[in-house]
């Protein structure tokens, strides 16, 4: 079934009615319950690379009062009733047995100040996705692994084997975990690099490293941006919103890439239809 994602967006100027709430049935490409509608997206890609689907789902701004969710007041409509949108959502994201969920970013502060119990987002970018984009970044020379301190994944990291060949260096910084173990042994036995352990970014400064990939591993914490060289790519495993900002704050140099980044540049929802996948899209792609 490959690795499912489902991205929410707000409907503007749309009321939800719960006529066939109860079902999610489906007609077509498109998928309905009341007039919630999902469009469907399979990312290109070999069988062996892994299939990535991805789900955008409009969601309407406000709920009528058919629906039993809220009142008019004169011509004007009533926020959502977070409860209910919460339940509605939840039954999406089982319906599409989706792997990890996002909402557009306006959504999301708009359901930041409603305090609704939701959690949006912030999953670990699927494994399919991290080894497409390797296989897109030129110039890279040396990475970056920042290790999460309590970490149970003991797997290789999903990295294109053309991008590995050409490293200079392969930096560890974190506690010496299994995934330490795994690294270590996968990159002597296949390419005869040693795994290098720091305990900062600074240290990179007394190697010459020409382009430098970041990979965050962390589900929590700052990115160490003054301490990072000028023009490296930094790939957020967890799409962590606090340091995407301190990138986009701090540093223009950076090239910041995150899963959630990438359905923000790749899903338009202003068409006529609600939602518009933009075919083609070459905006992740390192130049």
Known sequence: MGYRILYFYKRENTFYREKNAGRMARGGRNRHAGNVFFGEKELEGSEEEGAVKVFFCGLPEYYARAAGWGRWKGSFPIHWNFGQLLRLMQNCCEYVSADAYYLEEGFEKEFAEGDPGFTPGRQRMCPELIHRFSGQFRGIDSILYL???FQDRSGEMPLKEELLRKLHYFFYLGE????????????WNEYGMPLMPVKE???????????????DDRQEGEADWRALPRGCVYMDLWSDPGRKKQIAGNRVDIKYISEYLYLVQNLDTTGENGYNVREGNEQCQQK
Do not use: P
Not at 201 to 215: D, I, K
């Open 176 to 187: 010496k975990t299994e995934r330490y173990t795994v690294l270590e042994e996968n990159l």
């Open 147 to 149: 290790a999460e301190e």
């Open 201 to 215: 970014a600074g240290e990179l400064a007394t190697c010459r490293v020409r382009r430098l990939l970041v990979l």
